[in-house]
């Protein structure tokens, strides 16, 4: 991979942390089930989609 390419990659990764501890903090506080859900969802999807971009970076610096 291009270093431009890895360097979105973890910028991408740092957002999407961002976004579950938010999700996650969020979930303390909401008393809505269907709300609870969605937030529950995504983490489980967000954290998902982090081990992918975790295995992308791995292959990019295996590369380099």
């Known amino acids: ?3 431009h390419e890895t360097l ?6 740092a957002f999407k942390t961002i976004c579950m501890t938010k999700s996650l903090t969020m979930q303390a506080l ?8 969605l ?11 982090l081990q992918e ?3 992308i970076l791995s292959k ?5």
């Open 39 to 49: 937030l529950r969802n995504d983490v489980e999807v967000t954290t998902q989609q």
């Open 8 to 13: 979105e990659v973890q910028e991408i990764a």
């Open 30 to 37: 909401v008393t809505d089930p269907e709300l609870l859900g």
């Open 60 to 64: 990019s610096q295996q590369g380099s």
């Open 1 to 3: 991979y291009a270093l």
């Open 53 to 55: 971009l975790g295995g």
